[in-house]
């Protein structure tokens, strides 16, 4: 049986859906397929997303921004909006069963010298985390009680 694919929408797809992306696939290790797009996508990885991640052991820095309709010929099990324009973006996906909305503040809008835009990547993408980790355990205790 294939695993089944988690897909992070954002808009531009260069900062919390990349945070989530890491921080999910992570957690889960290699039982579910979890991948992030965009519905504008920006066609790159915000630098600071990538240094917030690192600083926490993840690393991000392989990660493509991707535009959404990429995902639509593809099995998609899960579709989960970080950012309130991607929910209203967001069309179903074949196979799609659950959605979900968790909507985080975008860090990539913070101003000020970059340690003062590190603390925002940082709050974000630690919000994420405690959000991604709580449903990634929740998805493998139902894994365990399913399997």
């Known amino acids: 049986m294939s695993q089944p694919t988690i897909l992070i929408l954002c808009t531009g797809n260069s900062c919390r859906s ?3 992306e890491g921080l999910l ?8 397929v979890v991948a992030s797009a965009g519905s504008k996508p920006a066609g790159y990885v915000h630098p600071l997303a990538v240094k ?3 600083e926490i052991g993840i690393d991000i820095s392989g990660h493509t921004s991707k535009h959404m309709d990429e995902f639509l010929n593809q099995e998609v099990e899960t579709v989960i909006t970080v ?11 074949p ?16 101003t000020g010298t ?6 925002v990547f ?8 405690r959000v991604f980790e709580a449903y990634a355990a929740g998805r493998l205790d139902e ?3 399913v399997g």
Not at 83 to 93: H, R
Not at 122 to 129: F, G, T, W
């Open 18 to 20: 990349h945070l989530a």
């Open 25 to 32: 696939r992570a957690a889960l290790n290699d039982a579910y």
């Open 52 to 54: 917030a991640m690192a």
């Open 83 to 93: 950012c309130g324009n991607a929910d209203q973006a967001c069309p179903m996906f």
């Open 95 to 110: 196979g799609q069963l659950n959605r979900h909305h968790w909507g985080f503040d975008d860090p990539a809008h913070a």
């Open 114 to 119: 970059e340690e003062e835009q590190m603390a």
């Open 122 to 129: 940082r709050r974000v993408r630690d919000e994420i985390r």
């Open 143 to 145: 894994g365990k009680r």
